[in-house]
């Protein structure tokens, strides 16, 4: 082993022992761990691996039997073993369910399958998941209506997803369930804010650190006055005024409660109209944070956390994080969230972005058992990078470039989701 690798690993197995925050998931904290095997290998980035190399879109239908599913993705998993998201599962496989094999697929469908049913069964399996991945707390994706009980808000944080109220607002179902959530029959701006005002209110009595959203490439955030808002509210076809007016409403609220605004930039949804669930959105080149500009100088006061879908825009995040003060790099979204563009992207943001102002990393899981390998993925990266760019060309030690990594995998998170205290004052209009 080289020196270099034996500080690479050195550095890795010290970042491997800071407690983890994850700031975004999708994880159900009433059910957080995997249940089957087919939790696992249905998580869509094997189904539309697999998909995409030759699966039955109708295997993965819900009449088909889990274990046959699940034996059809393995069937499948050879023709992308290459693929960081295969290693991922080797990981779990081995971490979790003792194989030791140097290759999985179909074979080992049977023994896989009832490895996990005994597992995951135990009773003490999500606590023993949680402490052989060292997260302490894990942010969530909750719809506006969640009422947010029956878990741990300090162990599982909640975050107010606001996709439906900006981009579905039209919808009657979504109308009846913001009705049902607030009491409040929303027919203008005014109605609008009051209900808002009551999901906030919700929210952080219930330890709510933040809001979120994902945006389509071409939004453009405005203010919306209050009477075009109320004509849009009334009016199905007025759609982009009345997501301005529901979006900019948003910001508002997160500014008066004190609540980073999550923005996951640039998903185009149903590009590929015969993908799996959840296969089917891509982003593409439009995408520009100068659409955002407005925003970000409107609300000095929020701190917006920037997540991209394209790589090829990380120049553009790095130097508004440079510039804004409220702005700061969140993750490595979906298709970056591969080691080659984690790395030119990790190294740009370290070399450019001040180090208070990086969220290092998210799991965005859907089951507690794909944070350890996603990771364990990121860890090796950062370890490399640190290696590299800090101790051996800036001759930085060891444990100051630990200590740089403990801001972007839980120290920064801390302070800029105020996870040591309340969010603030609660400040309600109308």
């Known amino acids: 082993m080289s020196d270099f690798a034996r500080l690479e690993q050195e550095l890795d197995i010290a970042l491997a022992a800071i407690p983890l ?3 975004h998931s999708h994880i159900n904290p009433l059910a957080p761990t995997a249940r089957s095997l087919d939790d696992l290998l249905g998580y869509h980035y094997y189904t539309e691996l697999a998909h995409s190399v030759g699966l039955a879109k109708d295997v993965l239908s819900p009449e088909v039997p ?9 069937r499948h998993l050879e023709r992308f ?22 290759r999985v697929g179909e074979r080992d469908c049977d023994a896989l399958w009832d490895a996990a049913e005994k597992v995951f069964s135990r009773p003490d399996w999500e606590a023993e998941v949680l402490r052989r991945s060292n997260v302490e707390k894990i942010f969530l994706t909750n719809d506006f209506d969640d009422p947010l009980t ?3 808000t300090q162990r599982y944080v909640p975050c107010l997803r606001t996709d439906d109220l900006v981009f579905h607002l039209d919808k009657p179902t979504v109308r009846s369930r913001l009705a049902e959530a607030t009491g409040i029959e929303v027919g203008d701006a005014y109605g609008l804010r009051r209900a808002i005002g009551k999901l906030f209110e919700h929210f952080v009595r219930h330890d709510a650190r933040a809001c979120a959203i994902s945006l389509p490439p071409r939004f453009s ?7 075009a808002l109320s004509s849009a ?5 007025q759609s ?11 910001a508002e609220f997160c500014r008066d409660f004190r609540l980073p605004f999550d923005l996951m930039i640039g998903v185009n949804r149903g590009v590929y109209q015969h993908g799996v669930y959840q296969g089917q959105d891509l982003f593409d ?3 520009s944070l100068i659409l955002y500009a407005d925003l970000f100088n409107a609300f000095p006061d929020v701190t917006f956390c920037v997540s991209i879908l394209n790589s090829g825009q990380s120049q553009e995040l790095v130097a508004y994080t440079w510039i804004f003060p409220n702005v700061v790099t969140s993750g490595h979204w979906w298709y970056a969230n591969i080691p080659a563009f984690i790395e030119t992207d990790l190294r740009a943001r370290l070399q450019a972005v001040p180090k208070t102002k990086q969220l290092g990393y998210y799991s965005d899981a859907y089951k507690l058992e794909f944070i350890l390998p996603k990771y364990a993925m990121y860890r090796r990266v950062l370890a490399r990078c640190l290696a590299r760019d800090f101790v051996v060309e800036r001759g930085w030690s060891v444990a100051e470039a630990v200590e740089l990594a403990r801001l972007l995998l839980r120290d920064n998170a801390r302070r800029i989701f105020r996870l040591d205290g309340t969010t603030g004052s609660v400040l309600v209009n109308g």
């Open 21 to 23: 925050i994850d700031p």
């Open 66 to 74: 889990p274990k046959e599913t699940v034996r059809q993705v393995l």
């Open 81 to 102: 073993d290459n693929t960081v998201q295969y290693t991922w599962f080797l990981h779990i496989a081995r971490e979790f369910l003792g194989f030791d094999g140097s």
């Open 150 to 152: 029956g878990f741990d």
């Open 221 to 227: 955030p405005m203010p919306v006055s209050s009477d």
């Open 233 to 237: 509210l009334r009016d199905p076809d």
């Open 240 to 250: 982009a005024v009345r997501a301005m007016g529901v979006f900019w409403m948003l």
């Open 285 to 287: 080149q439009r995408t």
